[in-house]
């Protein structure tokens, strides 16, 4: 009783906003719960763009999606299951599009801000006889993507295939991730390196340096 009261004294727009809150909740416990292979605890799908072949899409708990995202998963070719993996207390924002063909890792703790990309998928362009839309085509290979632990997207971050992101990286906004980062560091740019690192002896962020030499293999 008191907290319905507490509602009534919302403001007309929070009431709208918690309404539409618990719709989305709604619907996610009772709808895409059974869309996806699996799905954790208190997870929350905002009107999502598309969510193709969800089936191989595992979901953790305590994972918020926003409106405008995809989650496809793409069956290339018959002996290849593709999995795409999230992990639990990860907020996914607007507009993102993560797309997999064979294997994303999404770690726990991970922020992912608007109108970032994570494929794994590589479209060649190579035969110019082929007739099919370059993106229409995908390489045929086993790629994979792992972002770890605690890692922030900026708003606007692409990563590309075979590409390792460690634990408690920051990518700046609207850098393109074309190769492995290390734990614990903060990457920029396009292609983005390495501009900071954590240093546990001194216990303290120092300049990349030769830290960008010190890639995830």
């Known amino acids: 009783m008191r907290r319905l009261q507490e509602f009534w004294n919302f403001p007309f727009f929070e009431k709208l906003t ?11 416990r009772f709808f895409y719960r059974y869309v996806v292979g699996s799905m954790g605890e208190r997870c ?3 009107r999502p763009a598309s969510l193709y072949n969800a089936r ?19 069956l290339d070719k018959p002996s290849r299951v ?5 992990g639990s207390n990860v907020n996914i924002e607007q507009n993102v599009h993560i797309m997999c063909h064979s294997r994303i890792s999404i770690g726990d703790n991970v922020s992912i ?13 190579a035969d110019i006889h082929d007739p099919r839309p370059i993106g ?3 390489l045929d ?17 692409v990563v590309l295939p075979n590409v390792r992101i460690g634990k408690y990286c920051v990518i700046g906004a609207n850098s393109c991730v074309t190769r492995s980062i290390p734990d614990y560091s903060v990457a920029a740019g396009n292609p983005a390196v390495v501009i900071r690192q954590y240093d546990f002896t001194s216990q303290s962020w120092v300049s990349g340096g030769t830290a960008r030499e010190r890639e995830v293999s």
Do not use: M, W
């Open 18 to 28: 918690f309404l539409k809150f618990v719709y989305h909740h709604a619907k996610t």
């Open 82 to 86: 593709p999995e795409l993996r999230i």
């Open 44 to 46: 929350v799908i905002v």
């Open 56 to 74: 191989f899409v595992h979901l953790g708990d305590r994972i918020r999606i926003n409106y405008g995202v995809r989650l496809d998963a793409i």
């Open 113 to 125: 801000t608007g109108h970032c990309a994570i494929v794994d998928i590589t479209h060649p362009y």
């Open 141 to 157: 290979d086993d790629s994979f993507v792992e972002i770890g632990e605690g890692s922030f997207l900026g708003f606007g971050t």
């Open 136 to 138: 229409q085509r995908i």
